[in-house]
């Protein structure tokens, strides 16, 4: 009792999602298996996804927001990981990273993903800027160090711009990937994209 003669107020239960590592695992999973069937994220509801997780949609509720909170989640666990670079040249780096990005088929769960956050991004913005921050940003940062050490190190031109060079590097993979799904990924795309590049890159001797 207070000193005034009335029950303390009880505090609510705390705000935040319970800890389960498991359940979470078992939502996204079933997130990425949907997307990889080829369900579109605006179809896939809260009652879709619980039941094919085999949870109840409170269960979802108590660790998301809603449906564009778990997709944030989802897009952050489907990311790639940083590859390992061998750092022998930029030639070799840049083809490590290249390849990193080329889908291993057109049903692959990272290639899903990117097909549906850019169809989303634009009624999304929130799931675009978790996929940017997520996804984008440290590719994109990893790639332009390779760019400027090659720079430094006399193998591209001293002119060169790291920035526009970048994306001329992963345009052709990007536009294979998210433009046109069906196009063809062989296995040495990335080493022909960078060494046609290179070809014109590389100082002049003499």
């Known amino acids: 009792m207070t000193p005034s003669g009335t029950a303390p107020r009880q505090e609510g239960p705390a705000r935040g999602r319970p800890r389960s590592?498991?359940?979470?695992?078992?939502?996204?999973?079933?997130?990425?298996?949907?997307?990889?069937?080829?369900?579109?994220?605006?179809?896939?509801?809260?009652?879709?996804?619980?039941?094919?997780?085999?949870?109840?949609?409170?269960?979802?509720?108590?660790?998301?927001?809603?449906?564009?909170?778990?997709?944030?989640?989802?897009?952050?666990?489907?990311?790639?990981?940083?590859?390992?670079?061998?750092?022998?040249?930029?030639?070799?780096?840049?083809?490590?990273?290249?390849?990193?990005?080329?889908?291993?088929?057109?049903?692959?769960?990272?290639?899903?993903?990117?097909?549906?956050?850019?169809?989303?991004?634009?009624s999304s913005p929130h799931l675009w800027a978790a996929y940017h921050d997520t996804v984008v940003v440290p590719r994109r940062t990893l790639g332009l160090e390779v760019l400027r050490r090659g720079r430094e190190n006399g193998e591209l031109r001293a002119d060169v711009d790291v920035e526009l060079l970048h994306d001329i590097v992963v345009g052709p993979v990007l536009v294979r990937t998210v433009l046109c799904p069906d196009a063809d990924l062989p296995d040495d795309l990335a080493a022909r994209v960078v060494d046609t590049l290179l070809q014109g890159l590389r100082p002049v001797s003499g």
Do not use: C
Not at 23 to 43: H, K, Q
């Open 21 to 122: 590592e498991a359940v979470e695992r078992a939502v996204i999973e079933s997130v990425m298996g949907l997307l990889e069937d080829g369900v579109p994220l605006a179809e896939l509801s809260i009652e879709r996804i619980a039941r094919t997780a085999g949870v109840g949609k409170a269960t979802i509720y108590r660790r998301w927001s809603g449906k564009e909170d778990l997709f944030v989640d989802v897009v952050r666990a489907a990311g790639p990981p940083d590859p390992e670079l061998p750092g022998t040249s930029v030639r070799d780096d840049l083809v490590v990273l290249l390849e990193s990005l080329r889908p291993r088929g057109p049903a692959g769960r990272t290639s899903a993903i990117l097909h549906n956050v850019h169809a989303q991004m634009k």
